[in-house]
């Protein structure tokens, strides 16, 4: 995996408690992008063992960036919500006990290959949905395959999925076209979407704009809700 300068990451400018915060990808974050790929393609994922994912690491075209809640976050966050059910009265049974990694909440890959980008996948595992995270990543995607120089930006996404759809659409994608059956678990029909040229002026000035507007709206470093049990099943 190439590793891009940082500033092509969408950052937020100012991050809040819980904010999420996106950068690019690393060795450590394997276990649990396998995880929550498993938990967001259950049919997909099955046929990418747990190897594949170190060999992207290594893979030139491939770049991969991943949707965090940092470790120093995460650990206050776990501090206070043992001393609420320490304060409530509640259970003990889980020691306050204090973490390194960042928690990941979603994650997004795409392929360059000459002067195409093609996206592998955009994540974001359930409880955190609808807070703007897929959105981010998407912006990430689109930032940093602009960086890199491509034109074309590509990727296939199930005809009954509706809402990553909406989410394409409303970033400047267009149906450009159908795949019969693609899909093998089940025979699902592919629809190709795309942006044709991501170096157009007129498309770098909207994506600009649209953008920092989101920033100014601080709609990329608001706070986002952390489930108190989301914690436990990542290991350190
Ligand atoms: C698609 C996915 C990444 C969206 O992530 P998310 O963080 O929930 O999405 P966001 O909150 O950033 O929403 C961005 C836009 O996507 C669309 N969208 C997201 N979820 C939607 C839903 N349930 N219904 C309708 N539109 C939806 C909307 O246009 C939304 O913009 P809006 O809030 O202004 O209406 C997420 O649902 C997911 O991980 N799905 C499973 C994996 C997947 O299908 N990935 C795409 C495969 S190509």
């Avoid at 995880?35 to 770049?63: K, L, Q, T, V």
């Avoid at 949707?67 to 206050?76: D, I, K, M």
């Avoid at 093998?184 to 190709?192: H, I, K, P, T």
């Avoid at 170096?199 to 601080?218: I, Y």
Wanted: aromatic share 8%; charged share 25%.
């Amino acid at each position: 995996m190439q590793h891009l300068p940082t500033n092509s990451v969408v950052q937020s400018p100012a991050m809040g408690s819980d904010a999420c915060l996106f950068r690019p990808m690393t060795e450590a974050d394997i276990p649990q992008v396998y995880a929550i790929d498993h938990e967001c393609f259950p049919a997909e994922s099955m046929f990418r063992p747990y190897s594949s994912y170190g060999r992207e690491m290594h893979n030139s075209m491939a770049h991969y960036i991943v949707a965090c809640v940092p470790s120093r976050q995460r650990s206050e966050h776990m501090r206070r919500s043992w001393m609420r059910r320490l304060l409530s009265g509640g259970s003990l049974s889980t020691s306050p006990a204090t973490t390194r990694q960042d928690l990941l909440v979603g994650f997004a890959g795409f392929w360059v290959m000459l002067d195409e980008a093609h996206i592998i996948a955009i994540a974001v595992r359930n409880p955190y949905r609808r807070q703007a995270i897929g959105e981010g990543l998407l912006l990430c995607v689109i930032d940093m395959a602009t960086s890199l120089r491509t034109r074309l930006l590509t990727l296939e996404v199930r005809a009954s999925n509706h809402p990553a759809q909406q989410m394409y659409l409303k970033h400047g994608f267009h149906v450009v076209g159908k795949r019969p059956r693609y899909y093998s678990d089940n025979q699902e029909d592919a629809v190709l979407m795309s942006i044709e040229d991501l170096q157009d002026p007129e498309f770098r000035e909207r994506f600009r704009q649209q953008k920092s507007e989101l920033l100014q709206q601080d709609y990329l470093s608001r706070a986002i809700e952390i489930p108190e049990d989301s914690f436990d099943p990542v290991p350190d």
